[in-house]
């Protein structure tokens, strides 16, 4: 079946530190991948999508690329910074799925001043 | 452009009581719309969505239900609530193109 998986969080970091937060995907066909961010006490942003194989997307300083060959959608960032502190949840949507998507579980991402 | 509204952003209802959550789209029409459930320090669960006016998929079986009287409106109901009804409620929409967009949520804390 479809599936994302995240890595476990929290992820903790210092300001201007390199961020990864790794996403893999099992699907059938060829999905669309999102990354959303949910700061806290709120609802989600969609914070960039990708929507074929090698397509990179990139919004705000982070970065994805999707990697058909290692099934993966690995996000990014050169320098955090404390207001990056969030929940990241790594999605995917296949077709004719009713534009549902599966979801990651979230990696919650802290960064310390 | 669109917005989504959800209210109320806070609740607290005692075990037992109804609930009505209720979340509108401006700026768009025939949205499809989500309801997700968020409990805490978790990810998001998909209870409910709908393609169009009174159509409504279940994912979860539960003691939730969920209505579109309307074209951009869409209600998250229950008879009565139980302890493991506590979470954040999101409500979503998406036309055409894929991605999702979330209002801003309803904390629910049934005690």
């Known amino acids: 079946g479809n599936s994302v998986t995240q890595m476990e969080g929290p992820v903790t970091l210092s300001e201007e530190a390199f961020l990864t937060i790794n996403c893999t995907y099992t699907a059938t066909g060829y999905p669309s991948l999102f990354w959303y961010v949910q700061y806290p006490g709120e609802g989600l942003q969609l914070l960039l999508k990708?929507?074929?194989a090698d397509d990179k997307g990139s919004n705000k300083g982070f970065e994805a690329t999707y990697r058909k060959e290692t099934t993966s959608f690995h996000l990014e960032k050169g320098s955090v910074q404390v207001s990056d502190s969030a929940v990241y949840f790594c999605?995917?949507?296949?077709?004719?799925?009713?534009?549902?998507?599966?979801w990651g579980a979230g990696t919650k991402l802290i960064i310390k001043p | 452009s669109q917005t989504i509204h959800q209210w109320p952003a806070t609740l607290v209802q005692p075990v037992g009581s109804p609930l009505s959550l209720e979340c509108t789209v401006e700026g768009t029409s025939n949205p499809n719309l989500y309801w997700y459930r968020q409990a805490a320090g978790r990810g998001l669960q998909l209870l409910f969505y709908s393609v169009g006016i009174g159509q409504i998929s279940s994912e979860v079986p539960q003691n939730l239900s969920a209505s579109r009287p309307q074209d951009r409106q869409f209600i998250l109901s229950s008879k009565k609530l139980l302890l493991s009804d506590s979470g954040f409620y999101l409500c979503a929409w998406s036309v055409f193109s894929y991605e999702q967009y979330f209002g801003p949520g309803t904390r629910l804390t049934v005690t």
């Open positions: 999605a995917l949507r296949v077709e004719d799925s009713n534009y549902q998507l599966i």
């Open positions: 990708a929507t074929k």
